[in-house]
């Protein structure tokens, strides 16, 4: 069973940084999808970033130019770069990867649990 483990959260204020690390175990090999997601009190869930195996990347319009994704394959480790945060950056903060490798779309099969980023102003 894949499990994704996220870190990296906190409380900062408004034009502050933060890198989120997603941690996945029970695979072997790094050609799989990544992306991280995020769910605001009382609003659903929105995509925020992904990388593919072939490492194209891409964002939300509402994080391009602050926050970037990147892979350490040898870590099986996704991590997301926030600078410039803002107060509506604050949620919970979800990785999620595929159940089976090279696949560039199409819904998630494995969740974090997140990890909860507050930015005051």
């Known amino acids: 069973q894949v499990q994704l483990v996220e870190s990296g959260g906190g409380l900062v204020q408004a034009g502050a940084s933060l890198r989120l690390s997603c941690a996945a175990s029970?695979?072997?090999?790094?050609?799989?999808?990544m992306g991280w997601f995020r769910q605001a009190p009382g609003k659903e869930r929105e995509f925020v970033a992904a990388?593919?195996?072939?490492?194209?990347?891409s964002y939300a319009d509402s994080v391009k130019g602050r926050f970037t994704i990147s892979n350490d394959y040898a870590k099986n480790t996704v991590y997301l770069q926030m600078n410039s945060l803002k107060p509506e950056d604050t949620a919970v903060y979800y990785c999620?990867?595929?159940?089976?490798?090279?696949?560039?779309?199409?819904?998630?099969?494995?969740w974090g649990q997140g990890t909860q980023v507050t930015v005051s102003s």
């Open positions: 999620a990867t595929d159940r089976f490798p090279r696949r560039l779309a199409g819904a998630y099969d494995y």
């Open positions: 029970g695979r072997t090999g790094s050609d799989y999808r």
């Open positions: 990388i593919t195996w072939i490492s194209t990347t």
